[in-house]
């Protein structure tokens, strides 16, 4: 039982198999406050943690000091306006134009197995036996119930939140703030750590020291971001990837957020994450509910890698639906940087053709297949096949694509609309915009009003309609702006406040109707690159497009970042030509595949133009692809060195999870001379076991790799890198 409540101190004990969550309800008013969480600690009085025991402070006594209560009590979940003075979790607007919320204990149960959070995408029990603790808290003035929910995942360390809001009351409410997990606590000197970018350079890790007041990172663009991520960490001072403590915060959604940490007058933190409150206002009316997206947390008392492999985890088991997720996906050819926009039948044949023949498994036909779209100018909405390019039609290329043995994929973009479309034109008010102003163009495109159910069910249409003409193994759903001009024609005035959320949600209930008509579909997101990888879309897609940046150097530290988090599994990744069309690079060609290894790996150039070198290279690239992916896929990652930090190379493992082989890759960024080899300590391995490396035959033991560490090759050049593949010896004869 991972959930236990003791009725005499009325506590409640949440338990993962290395970690301990302490609730509990202090006073005669029921608040409900945080008593502690960090490693595991046995079930046990400890409810002074609560400080309601330094006297003045307790409101049923002291009910004129009830401010100063407020204000250092460790809170579950803040109300607003009643003296807590630090960030709220909730707000509204009821009839009086009263914003305040004070929430206090009602009732609990403790469920087995994880509710579903209707219309989000959100955690799953699986196979294992998780329970959850509902606490009902009620404001009986605002008239709002306000149920937490807690679910704990045992062996991933790994406890999820959510909050559903009722109207339990007569009249209406207007939510204008709804987080969805709050955790307070001393502070010990943490520092912060976030994952920030901009295109072509997601999720690079920063980390800072926590000052008193507020530090955040957000999203207002309807979407995570490439800008910022909807995830953060704190940790303490000496934390790396091997020690110290580190508590991870990860949001299930993909549309605005909020990851705030706030320090206190008292040198206490208040961490809190939700839908962020600027320009959120959601009507309730008497008996409507409102959840709020699902919270991942997860606590380290081994560094940031063991929150790492916490996550991996926790999204491969319980996160991640797809039939995919176990197997290796299609090596794939994508034509965008090939081709760009200028392609046509015969183009894509040929590309397939010498794909085939080098052992490519896949053909994916990006952007620029329908309507008449030639450059980024025209034509989203209108997702019939342009057969001036695609002479003989969809179904024609797909059945000779496939007669060459490849699988077919296909690029659509469905939430967008060009004013240069027969859609717009006939549609003109199916674009969000604000009345009486112009709306903003963006790459020459408009966001789609996807709170409007006809949009939604014509964008349905075309996809579905798309993907039943056809062959059509994968989709690639890209969404290449973000939102602006918030309004829609299908609300009041006074809902249009919804619309950020409901944009969301439309998303969520599109991909959801594709994953259900077609559960054989390989479904990769995307946008503009990496700007909506997050766990939301993970729960449609087991593959996201990691960044537009192929430069394999530039690649390190946006896939660091990424995988500081994500399962490598997850993160799409492709060999592409050089110099590179981002940064203008030119790396070995090994080495852009050694990089891609690390995801789920395909090429992204015209393999009829690279030199026949190159060309030849691929074969046996695809055969490391296929040697290694198991282990890559399903194995513990462990993040040895970053050229992030050390601007000279980069380092990191994946070990079976039986601990019977590791897959090290190394990658020298710069050659250095007249130097010693570079010596590394290897991670995750059995001590006490000899591993024999691949290729020179030699034996070492597991002790010795962690402890004493292995000399990697010194090559001549930049951007040079290797893999190390060791297997236990026992295993080989
Ligand atoms: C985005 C994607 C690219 C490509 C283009 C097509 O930028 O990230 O991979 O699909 O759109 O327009």
């Keep these: 039982m991972s959930i236990k409540y003791n009725e005499d101190s009325r506590i409640f004990e949440l338990d993962t198999d290395n970690t301990s969550y302490r609730i509990g309800i202090a006073d005669k008013e029921g608040f409900v406050g945080h008593i502690y969480y960090g490693q595991r600690i046995r079930s046990q009085k400890c409810d002074q943690f609560l400080r309601t025991w330094e006297g003045p402070f307790v409101p049923s006594e002291n009910n004129r000091e009830r401010c100063s209560f407020m204000d250092t009590f460790p809170v579950e979940y803040a109300g607003n306006g009643v003296g807590d003075y630090r960030e709220s979790c909730i707000a509204v607007k009821n009839v009086n134009g009263s914003r305040t919320v004070d929430l206090t204990y009602k009732s609990h149960d403790i469920i087995s197995g994880k509710p579903e959070i209707k219309g989000l995408p959100a955690s799953f029990a699986g196979d294992e036996p998780v329970q959850t603790l509902v606490l009902h808290l009620t404001d009986k003035g605002v008239?709002?119930?306000?149920?937490?929910?807690?679910?704990?995942?045992?062996?991933?360390?790994?406890?999820?939140?959510?909050?559903?809001?009722?109207?339990?009351?007569?009249?209406?409410?207007?939510?204008?703030?709804?987080?969805?997990?709050?955790?307070?606590?001393?502070?010990?000197?943490?520092?912060?750590?976030?994952?920030?970018?901009?295109?072509?350079?997601?999720?690079?890790?920063?980390?800072?020291?926590?000052?008193?007041?507020?530090?955040?990172?957000?999203?207002?663009?309807?979407?995570?971001?490439?800008?910022?991520?909807?995830?953060?960490?704190?940790?303490?001072?000496?934390?790396?990837?091997?020690?110290?403590?580190?508590?991870?915060?990860?949001?299930?959604?993909?549309?605005?957020?909020?990851?705030?940490?706030?320090?206190?007058?008292?040198?206490?933190?208040?961490?809190?994450?939700?839908?962020?409150?600027?320009g959120f206002e959601w009507l309730l009316t008497p008996g409507e509910e409102f959840d709020a997206p699902e919270v991942v947390l997860t606590y380290s008392h081994e560094g940031l890698g063991q929150m790492t492999r916490n996550l991996h985890d926790f999204y491969r088991n319980h996160m991640i639906r797809s039939r995919y997720l176990h197997t290796k996906r299609p090596v794939l050819i994508n034509n965008w940087e090939a081709t760009y926009f200028d392609f046509d039948t015969d183009k894509l044949l040929a590309i397939a053709k010498s794909a085939a023949e080098h052992g490519i498994e896949m053909l994916v036909m990006d952007d620029g297949w329908f309507g008449h779209r030639n450059d980024d100018a025209t034509s989203l909405g209108d997702w019939f096949v342009n057969e001036n390019k695609i002479k003989g039609g969809l179904k024609y290329l797909v059945d000779e694509v496939n007669k060459l043995g490849l699988k077919f994929g296909i690029w659509m973009e469905p939430e967008m609309i060009s004013p240069d479309s027969e859609l717009y034109r006939k549609h003109p008010d199916w674009a969000l915009a604000v009345p009486e102003r112009t709306a903003t163009l963006s790459r020459n495109q408009y966001v789609l009003d996807l709170s409007r159910k006809e949009i939604r069910d014509y964008v349905y249409e075309c996809v579905y309609n798309i993907i039943s003409s056809a062959n059509i193994a994968y989709v690639k759903w890209d969404m290449n702006r973000q939102l602006t001009d918030i309004g829609s024609t299908c609300f009041a005035g006074d809902r249009q406040g919804e619309l950020m959320h409901r944009y969301v949600l439309g998303v969520y209930e599109l991909q959801e109707r594709?994953?259900?008509?077609?559960?054989?579909?390989?479904?990769?997101?995307?946008?503009?690159?990496?700007?909506?990888?997050?766990?939301?879309?993970?729960?449609?897609?087991?593959?996201?497009?990691?960044?537009?940046?192929?430069?394999?150097?530039?690649?390190?530290?946006?896939?660091?970042?990424?995988?500081?988090?994500?399962?490598?599994?997850?993160?799409?990744?492709h060999v592409s030509d050089c110099p590179n069309h981002t940064v203008g690079r030119t790396t070995p060609f090994m080495t852009r595949a050694h990089v891609a290894l690390a995801g789920t790996f395909g090429y992204e150039l015209d393999i009829t133009k690279i030199s026949d070198e190159e060309r030849a290279m691929i074969p046996e690239q695809v055969v490391l692809y296929h040697k290694y992916n198991d282990l890559v896929r399903e194995g513990d990652y462990y993040r040895i060195a970053s050229y992030r930090e050390n601007g000279e190379y980069d380092c990191y493992m994946v070990v079976a999870k039986d601990k019977s082989e590791a897959l090290v890759t190394y990658v020298q960024v710069k050659g250095r001379p007249n130097v010693h080899s570079r010596k590394v300590k290897l991670s995750g391995l059995l001590a006490d076991v000899d591993y024999r490396l691949e290729d020179t035959n030699e034996i070492y033991g597991g002790d010795l790799l962690m402890n004493a560490g292995m000399f990697m090759e010194n090559m001549r050049g930049d951007y040079m890198s290797r893999l190390y593949h060791f297997v236990l010896d026992n295993t080989l004869t």
Excluded at 223 to 241: L, V
Excluded at 522 to 543: H, I, K, V
Aim: charged share 25%.
């Design 143 to 278: 008239g709002i119930d306000v149920d937490l929910l807690y679910s704990v995942f045992e062996k991933e360390d790994v406890i999820t939140r959510s909050v559903k809001v009722t109207n339990a009351g007569k009249t209406d409410v207007k939510l204008t703030k709804v987080y969805s997990a709050c955790v307070d606590m001393d502070d010990e000197e943490f520092e912060m750590l976030t994952l920030h970018g901009s295109w072509a350079r997601e999720r690079q890790i920063e980390r800072r020291k926590i000052a008193y007041g507020k530090q955040s990172v957000s999203s207002l663009r309807g979407e995570s971001s490439h800008q910022d991520h909807p995830f953060m960490a704190w940790m303490t001072k000496n934390a790396d990837q091997n020690t110290g403590d580190v508590y991870g915060m990860h949001f299930v959604y993909s549309g605005n957020f909020i990851a705030q940490i706030e320090k206190s007058q008292f040198d206490s933190i208040r961490a809190v994450m939700g839908i962020h409150s600027e």
């Design 514 to 573: 594709l994953t259900k008509d077609f559960p054989d579909l390989l479904l990769e997101n995307c946008s503009g690159g990496g700007a909506r990888f997050d766990p939301g879309m993970l729960y449609y897609s087991p593959q996201i497009w990691c960044s537009d940046d192929t430069d394999a150097i530039e690649r390190l530290s946006i896939q660091e970042g990424t995988e500081l988090i994500y399962p490598l599994s997850t993160i799409g990744a």
